[in-house]
C-alpha cells in the first residue's frame, strides 16, 4: 500500500512539473522576445519539412516514411485527416536535418500506391495573413430600404414585385 502511495505521489509531482513547464511556455508567447523565438523555431523546423500532396487516401504514415527514407533520417509524418478521421490525401514530412528535405523536393513526381505525388517545400505559417477576403459591396444595387411608402400600392399584389434586371457591363474585379 505505502509502495502505491508512493507511486502515486511521484506521478502527481511528475504531473505538476510538466503543467509547470506547459503554463510557462504559453505564458511566455505573450512576451514578445519569447513569441520571436518561438516563430525562428517554428521557420527552422518547416526549413526541414515538405508538403506531400496528392497522397492515397488508403496510405499510412509508415508507408509514407519508407518512400522518404532514401532522402534521409524521417523525424516525423503527418497525414492530415478531416473531422471524421479519413485522410485528407496531404502530408508533411519533417526530416532532422535540412538536406535531406531538399533531398525530398527530388522525388517530385514519383509514384506511391499508383499515384504520382506531388513534394514541395513547407511554407511557414504567418499568423494573422488570412485568406479570408470580406465581400465587397456592388455599385449597382441600391441600398433597400426597411419599409416601402405606405401610399405606393402594388398593381402586382401583396409583396409581387416585378423583378428588373440592369444591363451591367461585363468587369471582372468586381
Do not use: W
Not at 508538403?51 to 497525414?79: A, K, L
Not at 485527416?81 to 536535418?97: H, I, S
Not at 485568406?131 to 409583396?159: D, E, K, V
Amino acid at each position: 500500500m505505502k509502495i502505491r502511495l508512493k507511486e502515486m505521489e511521484e506521478d502527481a509531482s511528475a504531473l505538476r512539473e510538466m503543467q509547470y513547464k506547459v503554463e510557462t511556455e504559453m505564458g511566455s508567447l505573450q512576451d514578445p522576445a519569447a513569441a520571436a523565438t518561438f516563430q525562428a523555431n517554428r521557420e527552422e523546423v518547416d526549413s526541414r519539412s515538405v508538403f506531400v500532396g496528392n497522397v492515397d487516401y488508403s496510405c499510412t504514415p509508415e508507408e509514407v516514411q519508407r518512400h522518404f527514407q532514401s532522402c534521409g533520417t524521417v523525424n516525423r509524418v503527418t497525414v492530415r485527416t478531416d473531422k471524421y478521421g479519413q485522410p485528407k490525401g496531404y502530408a508533411y514530412v519533417e526530416f532532422l536535418e535540412a538536406e535531406a528535405a531538399q533531398e525530398a523536393l527530388l522525388l517530385n513526381e514519383s509514384e506511391l500506391h499508383g499515384r504520382q505525388l506531388k513534394v514541395t517545400a513547407k511554407r511557414t505559417n504567418i499568423p494573422g495573413m488570412k485568406q479570408y477576403r470580406p465581400r465587397r459591396s456592388n455599385p449597382f444595387m441600391r441600398a433597400r430600404g426597411p419599409f416601402l411608402a405606405p401610399y405606393f400600392i402594388s398593381p402586382y399584389g401583396y409583396g409581387k414585385v416585378p423583378r428588373l434586371r440592369m444591363a451591367t457591363p461585363y468587369s471582372p474585379y468586381y
